[in-house]
């Protein structure tokens, strides 16, 4: 049903939230964590509690605990409920739009780097909606949701690439079918520490908030916490160091390839939140730490890029196929890389001679 679905491309940045915590009767019938905590909890859905225990927002005597653990006799319980995401209104701007396809049904954008796509904590001006809400004035909403004008998906502030737009209610139907269903053909690229192996895989874990750090999602390989995610990679170019990645996405997690990729060992270059900030492989040579500082400073975002996207068109069936070029921040990091590359080569080449 499109009601209940949710494209998680990007993270939601909230306010600390509420902190609850409850100590259970030492007489307390066994029930299930959910319910008792229904009972207690007001102003909350049991939907909304069973996604904060699945995203370890829940602990239960300082542990983490399952969807289904019942309840016992002086449990001590706490949970953090996220505070609000939105402001009470979308305010249009007239920013400019970089659009790459428009017709009755569906917009195909590109996003730059740097640019969020909705209003939150923070963020409640110059944003994609922003943008939208002047520009088209009666995009759809997704319903329970006002302030998303036309989005079925979402990319990360720093992460640069295409998104599509429904222009009418019956495309963001479609749409939202097609993301649910999986069908819908979503390829990035992605710069990453050393070289992964096998060259090409697929990981599938559980992930989700991190239970310590809520700017964070986590892995969770084991139990039910988190939420299912796939992601298939293939290295397109080893350069030892760093590798160019193709990641197509299964399903739409918050932070899905930037927490794949670091869970692989090998994070996203310039990932200040996953690690891809430091030197993960090479020498300690200061020679070698100035280059990569260099790099840093000449790709300061992660080096994520949503090169694709392919759907079926919601009004006339027709398989729509979109690609993009890489920034040019990315190209320039990519191309110093190759260059630091062939120049090791050839003076490894000299000294073997």
Same mark, same amino acid.
């Given at each position: 049903?499109?009601?209940?679905?949710?494209?998680?491309?990007?993270?939601?940045?909230?306010?600390?939230?509420?902190?609850?915590?409850?100590?259970?009767?030492?007489?307390?019938?066994?029930?299930?964590?959910?319910?008792?905590?229904?009972?207690?909890?007001?102003?909350?859905?049991?939907?909304?509690? +069973?996604?904060?225990? %699945?995203?370890?927002?829940?602990?239960?005597?300082?542990?983490?605990?399952?969807?289904?653990?019942?309840?016992?006799?002086?449990?001590?319980?706490?949970?953090?409920?996220?505070?609000?995401?939105?402001?009470?209104?979308?305010?249009?701007?007239?920013?400019?739009?970089?659009?790459?396809?428009?017709?009755?049904?569906?917009?195909?954008?590109? %996003?730059?780097? $740097?640019?969020?796509?909705?209003?939150?904590? $923070?963020?409640?001006?110059?944003?994609?909606?922003?943008?939208?809400?002047?520009?088209?004035? +009666?995009?759809?909403?997704?319903?329970?949701?006002?302030?998303?004008?036309?989005?079925?998906?979402?990319?990360?502030?720093?992460?640069?690439?295409?998104?599509?737009?429904?222009?009418?209610?019956?495309?963001?139907?479609?749409?939202?079918?097609?993301?649910?269903?999986?069908?819908?053909?979503?390829?990035?690229?992605?710069?990453?520490?050393?070289?992964?192996?096998?060259?090409? $895989?697929?990981?599938?874990?559980?992930?989700?908030?991190?239970?310590?750090?809520?700017?964070?999602?986590?892995?969770?390989?084991?139990?039910?916490?988190?939420?299912?995610?796939?992601?298939?990679?293939?290295?397109?170019?080893?350069?030892?160091?760093?590798?160019?990645?193709?990641?197509?996405?299964?399903?739409?997690?918050?932070?899905?390839?930037?927490?794949?990729?670091?869970?692989?060992?090998?994070?996203?270059?310039?990932?200040?939140?996953?690690?891809?900030? +430091?030197?993960?492989?090479?020498?300690?040579?200061?020679?070698?730490?100035?280059?990569?500082?260099?790099?840093?400073?000449?790709?300061?975002? @992660?080096?994520?890029?949503?090169?694709?996207?392919?759907?079926?068109?919601?009004?006339?069936?027709?398989?729509?196929?979109?690609?993009? /070029?890489?920034?040019?921040?990315?190209?320039?990091?990519?191309?110093?890389?190759?260059?630091?590359? @062939?120049?090791?080569? /050839?003076?490894?080449?000299?000294?073997?001679?």
């Amino acid at each position: 049903m499109i009601d209940n679905y949710r494209e998680d491309d990007e993270f939601q940045q909230e306010e600390d939230g509420d902190t609850i915590e409850i100590k259970a009767d030492p007489k307390q019938t066994p029930i299930r964590i959910d319910k008792f905590l229904m009972d207690r909890v007001e102003g909350n859905s049991r939907s909304r509690i +069973q996604n904060a225990i %699945k995203e370890g927002l829940v602990t239960v005597n300082s542990q983490f605990i399952k969807p289904n653990y019942k309840i016992q006799p002086g449990d001590e319980v706490k949970i953090v409920l996220p505070g609000s995401e939105y402001p009470s209104e979308v305010i249009p701007e007239n920013i400019p739009l970089d659009i790459r396809y428009e017709d009755d049904d569906v917009l195909i954008i590109f %996003k730059p780097a $740097g640019m969020v796509v909705h209003p939150g904590i $923070g963020n409640f001006r110059g944003t994609l909606v922003n943008a939208l809400t002047y520009h088209f004035k +009666q995009m759809p909403m997704m319903p329970g949701n006002t302030l998303q004008p036309g989005l079925v998906h979402r990319i990360d502030k720093d992460t640069s690439g295409l998104l599509v737009v429904a222009k009418n209610e019956k495309a963001l139907y479609s749409l939202a079918q097609q993301f649910f269903k999986h069908t819908i053909h979503r390829e990035y690229l992605a710069l990453v520490w050393g070289s992964p192996d096998p060259p090409q $895989g697929t990981v599938t874990i559980n992930i989700g908030r991190h239970p310590h750090n809520r700017t964070l999602v986590t892995t969770f390989p084991e139990g039910d916490l988190g939420r299912h995610s796939i992601t298939h990679y293939r290295v397109l170019e080893d350069l030892y160091y760093v590798s160019l990645v193709s990641c197509k996405l299964e399903t739409g997690r918050t932070h899905q390839i930037r927490v794949h990729m670091q869970y692989l060992g090998h994070p996203i270059f310039s990932d200040s939140r996953y690690g891809g900030d +430091q030197i993960v492989k090479g020498t300690v040579f200061s020679k070698y730490r100035q280059f990569v500082q260099n790099a840093l400073q000449v790709c300061a975002r @992660q080096a994520l890029h949503a090169k694709s996207i392919g759907f079926v068109h919601p009004a006339t069936g027709e398989d729509m196929y979109f690609d993009s /070029e890489l920034p040019d921040d990315m190209s320039q990091v990519i191309d110093k890389w190759r260059s630091y590359v @062939q120049t090791r080569k /050839e003076i490894l080449d000299g000294d073997d001679s």
